[in-house]
């Protein structure tokens, strides 16, 4: 089993920035891809940002130029740093973990339990 521990959700004010950090655990062998997603009230959960091992980024058109994913193999951690935050930016975000707990196994989709955002104007 996996496990992705989240922290540093909260509320800030528009302009403001925000840190979120996602620790993965358990057994793990490979990580390939690790991500947020988020999900608004009322809206489907959406991709907000990944990054795979090589280090290559994907980003949603919305948060281009104010999001930034990074990703710590050593501490098997992944990073959003999210400036320039609007209002639109609040929701639950998720983090997500394509895991292969061994080298034949299967890759799993892992998630997080989610972490508040909320961006006041």
């Known amino acids: 089993q996996v496990q992705l521990g989240e922290s540093g959700g909260g509320l800030v004010q528009a302009g403001g920035s925000l840190r979120l950090s996602c620790a993965a655990s358990g057994t793990i062998f490979s990580i390939a891809t690790m991500g947020w997603y988020r999900q608004a009230p009322g809206k489907q959960r959406e991709l907000v940002a990944s990054i795979i091992s090589g280090g290559t980024t994907n980003y949603a058109d919305s948060v281009k130029g104010r999001f930034t994913i990074s990703r710590d193999n050593n501490k098997i951690t992944v990073y959003l740093q999210m400036n320039n935050l609007k209002p639109e930016d609040t929701a639950v975000y998720y983090c997500?973990?394509?895991?292969?707990?061994?080298?034949?196994?299967?890759?799993?989709?892992?998630w997080g339990q989610g972490t508040q955002v909320t961006v006041s104007s």
């Open positions: 997500n973990a394509v895991v292969r707990s061994s080298p034949l196994a299967t890759p799993k989709v892992y």
